[in-house]
């Protein structure tokens, strides 16, 4: 990959986090800011809750006005949107419960606004700014485009409104704004820092037309800016109201208190959970067209008192387009640590976020510095980031008895996103991005299985797309949308299966251009936790010249590839290729990982599975150690053998008989691991292991197997797409046989289990 030679300058534009004392020393002396003593003045309790309940209805209506005015699918059929309402220094107080790796970066381009553009052009009442630059913020890439609106009463800046979306198509060298050849940004969408789209209340054509001039699809990107505009005024609208009924003093006091209360609520939750250290690393596929290398993505987790680290040094340096800015790496951090930390906590980020921090290398995959390409940094280290936070998150939560209901298995942990690009049936442009993986699989959790295309555990209120719906705005018909068995990770409790869609061009004269790209092929991007499998990986096939026409006049529909004739192209992670009228697309985001050893998993559930098509034969007899009969119900002498059998191949050796009951006196890691003292045990049968937070290698078993076609239940062969050979390893206790921890990684990366 070509090394990235930085731009003198450009630092001006990385925007990081910053302490607001420090932050009021930048600000223009001209910009009168609303503040409130907060240590002198108070407000009585319900009126705080009224208040605080009427900030989060506000931001509910910016997103109803946003997805009754927009005029893009992502936003109107997927909510790939966000907001927030932020005090006058731009800490968020609410944010939305779309796609929250949007809105949780919001302060960072506020404050770069503040610091930058309090002085000239200046911020007066009636102003809102543009912006798209992910190295400012918000959002992780170009196509996440903000208009940050401030809030004046009585001529003080008194708060901030947001709105923030991904445009389909903001310009750059190919459809939809991503490269995926890209060695660095200037082959994509052009970043804008913060730019007056509106002054003094009326709408800036120029500003508009420079703006939508880059797009391939330009009406609709208006109309979004124009949507993104109106939820601005609607939400100050009724600010003004509040504020008006309430007094400036008072609703300010509520903001400040809902952010303290937020903080406070999250502090007193990790104070409750046993200070320790969680690794976690991933890796990144393919970083751009024609690479076939993996790029490592690490974290430590540090938990102290009331207080988390993330440490992502480890992580490798910046490569094609799979980068992120900073932007991208906090993004991800929020898109976990909200639903699994924070799912009954009011999600008032600016104080929520007080509760971390963070240690990075500049120049990595997720800390990129400009002019690194990060057009798709949303769904390649933005989500990798979310994936190994959660991990660490679920791997914390699960040492808490009061907390282990929160611990959750990554769920998808890829968007498989395919841009597609030509000429709609009505002979005009067209620009559109699959989001049927939005319906991929959620992570099982220590109570229940993952829920069945359920998708992204980020996005609250994501979802996938009708299918009528993407019919009458695109070119293609859809031959099927169903649940794919054997997606979901194997475990004591299975992670949730995920979606497969076909679709083929219809009502197009023309070829399409077609762009996929994704993580998560070479490998299984959901991670299991305590001795679950992963989800199972992503897999896209182009069958060309499909005999799908012949199939239609003879009456039917195709339901398997193997039924469309034609030949079946294996699409990697990063590819620009034309769709022919006669081809055909198969789209399987990967599922959702388990929690713990599948061998724990009650047979009658796995053969209920197998009747419902989640889960094959194949992999009840191979996975979960269960023999069916002929009519799919389990057969417990022949499943107890089979499992013995399973449990001897593991270890070499007959297992240690296991406790029907796990010992009182051992503190909690997992299902299956217990510390006494500083001595970490199997909670099964007891076997000490070594000292906690060491690495326990030499005192575990291990075993490896290569990750090729069909096995355990994943459709994936490494070497269609890397040259470095994957494997899945899995730990398992040397006394009873457990499986601990299953990992899918490089043949050559030492074993480590802590």
């Not at 009754?68 to 006058?88: H, K, L, Y």
């Not at 299975?494 to 061009?505: A, D, F, K, L, Y």
């Not at 599948?598 to 009747?611: K, Q, T």
């Amino acid at each position: 990959m070509t090394a990235i030679i930085p731009v003198p300058g450009s630092e001006r534009y990385a925007s990081r986090p910053i302490e607001p004392s420090e932050l009021r020393k930048r600000i223009s002396p001209t910009l009168p800011l609303h503040e409130v003593d907060e240590t002198a003045a108070s407000v009585d309790p319900l009126t705080y809750e009224v208040i605080r309940h009427r900030i989060y209805s506000i931001t509910d209506e910016v997103g109803d006005t946003l997805k009754r005015m927009s005029g893009s699918p992502g936003v109107t059929e997927s909510n790939d949107f966000d907001f927030a309402i932020c005090d006058e220094l731009g800490q968020e107080v609410q944010v939305g419960l779309y796609n929250t790796g949007l809105a949780a970066t919001i302060d960072l381009a506020i404050y770069w606004i503040l610091e930058h553009r309090s002085d000239n052009p200046g911020i007066e009442p009636g102003d809102m700014f543009l912006t798209n630059d992910p190295w400012v913020g918000p959002g992780l890439h170009q196509n996440d485009t903000a208009i940050i609106a401030p809030l004046f009463w009585e001529g003080e800046l008194f708060g901030w409104t947001t709105s923030i979306c991904h445009l389909i198509d903001v310009g750059g060298a190919k459809p939809g704004s991503a490269d995926l050849a890209a060695q660095d940004i200037f082959t994509e969408a052009s970043p804008t820092p913060p730019i007056k789209i509106v002054r003094g209340g009326k709408l800036q054509a120029d500003v508009v037309d420079m703006f939508t001039r880059r797009s391939r699809m330009p009406h609709h990107v208006e109309l979004d800016l124009r949507a993104q505009v109106a939820a601005n005024e609607g939400s100050q609208h009724r600010l003004n109201q509040l504020v008006g009924k309430y007094g400036p003093a008072t609703v300010k006091l509520v903001m400040k208190k809902m952010m303290a209360d937020a903080e406070n609520r999250l502090r007193a939750r990790l104070s409750s959970i046993p200070d320790g250290s969680w690794d976690s690393f991933g890796y990144l596929e393919q970083s751009a067209v024609g690479d076939r290398g993996l790029h490592k993505l690490a974290l430590k987790l540090t938990k102290t008192g009331d207080h988390l680290t993330f440490d992502f040094r480890g992580t490798d340096p910046s490569s094609g387009m799979i980068n992120s800015a900073y932007t991208g790496m906090r993004g991800g951090i929020a898109l976990a640590l909200l639903p699994m930390l924070c799912g009954d906590i009011p999600w008032s980020v600016g104080g929520l976020m007080r509760c971390f921090d963070v240690i990075t290398d500049e120049g990595t995959v997720n800390n990129a510095a400009f002019p690194a390409a990060v057009g798709w940094a949303s769904i390649t280290s933005g989500l990798a980031t979310a994936n190994v936070v959660g991990q660490c998150l679920g791997r914390m939560l699960d040492t808490s008895p009061d907390l282990q209901a929160r611990v959750q298995a990554c769920g998808t942990g890829s968007h498989d996103a395919v841009t597609l690009a030509g000429v709609d049936q009505h002979g005009h442009p067209s620009v559109t991005l699959l989001f049927d993986s939005m319906a991929g699989g959620f992570g099982a959790r220590t109570t229940s299985d993952g829920g069945d295309t359920a998708g992204f555990l980020h996005m609250p209120m994501g979802r996938a797309p009708d299918v009528e719906m993407q019919e009458i705005i695109a070119p293609y018909l859809f031959l099927w949308r169903r649940e794919e068995v054997d997606s979901g990770g194997a475990g004591q409790n299975r992670g949730g299966v995920s979606i497969s869609i076909c679709i083929v061009p219809h009502g197009t004269s023309t070829a399409m251009a077609g762009a996929f790209s994704v993580n998560g092929k070479a490998r299984p991007e959901s991670h299991g936790l305590a001795g679950a499998f992963p989800g199972g990986p992503t897999a896209d096939v182009i069958v060309r010249n499909a005999d799908v026409q012949a199939a239609f006049a003879a009456g039917e529909i195709p339901q398997q590839i193997s039924e469309l004739g034609g030949h079946a192209e294996v699409v990697q992670n990063r590819v620009e290729t034309l769709i022919g009228l006669n081809d055909a697309i198969y789209v399987h985001p990967g599922g959702g990982g388990g929690y713990g050893d599948p061998l724990l998993r009650e047979p009658s559930l796995v053969a209920s599975d197998v009747l419902a098509g989640k889960v094959s034969a194949t992999a009840a007899f191979d996975l979960y150690g269960v023999v069916l009969t002929a009519d799919r119900q389990s057969e417990p002498a022949e499943t107890e053998s089979r499992r013995s059998q399973i449990r001897f191949e593991r270890v070499g050796h007959a297992p240690l008989p296991r406790s029907s009951t796990q010992p009182s006196d051992l503190e909690h890691i997992d299902a299956n691991l217990g510390l006494a003292g500083s001595t970490v045990s199997c909670l099964h049968c007891g076997q000490q292991l070594g000292e906690y937070g060491s690495d326990l290698t030499a005192s575990v078993t291990h075993a490896d197997q290569r990750l090729t076609a069909n096995v355990f239940g994943m459709i994936v062969d490494t070497s269609e797409y890397v040259d470095r050979e994957i494997v899945i390893r899995s730990y398992y206790c040397p006394g009873c046989a457990t499986q601990l921890r299953v990992e899918s990684v490089p043949a050559d990366e030492s074993p480590a289990f802590r």
